[in-house]
């Protein structure tokens, strides 16, 4: 989501990693923008890797099993996009069975033309 999501101002509000909000009733998640729903290729990305945070997560691997670095959270709240990107690219490179990962190149390249990044 850091890749494609760069409002900063949202990010500001309600993108924190982890952020919600306490209220009377309980509490209020802060969850990502929905702008992964704007195109086939985003909503197929976001699913196959909720897949994979859901894989992870019952093997009990680390934040640096997962995308090469630690501060996960650090990423996101600053929004570094380039480093986003590279913890994506570490993913691709492990290979599951049902990783198809033909939908994140058009979702790379289309967010890369979009921000007129390298």
Not at 32 to 57: G, H
Not at 72 to 84: M, P, S, W
């Amino acid at each position: 989501m850091t890749f494609v999501d760069r409002d900063p101002l949202r990010r500001e509000l309600y993108g924190k990693a982890g952020a919600f909000r306490p209220k009377p009733y309980g509490v209020e998640y802060r969850t990502p923008s929905n702008v992964w729903i704007k195109n086939k290729d985003m909503r197929e990305c976001i699913w196959l890797l909720v897949q994979m945070a859901i894989t992870y997560q019952m093997q009990h691997k680390t934040q640096i099993d997962i995308c090469g670095f630690e501060n996960v959270q650090k990423v996101i709240d600053e929004g570094n996009h380039q480093e986003a990107l590279k913890g994506l690219y570490y993913l691709l490179r492990l290979k599951y069975y049902w990783l198809e990962p033909s939908c994140f190149g058009r979702v790379i390249a289309k967010t890369k033309e979009e921000y007129g990044d390298a």
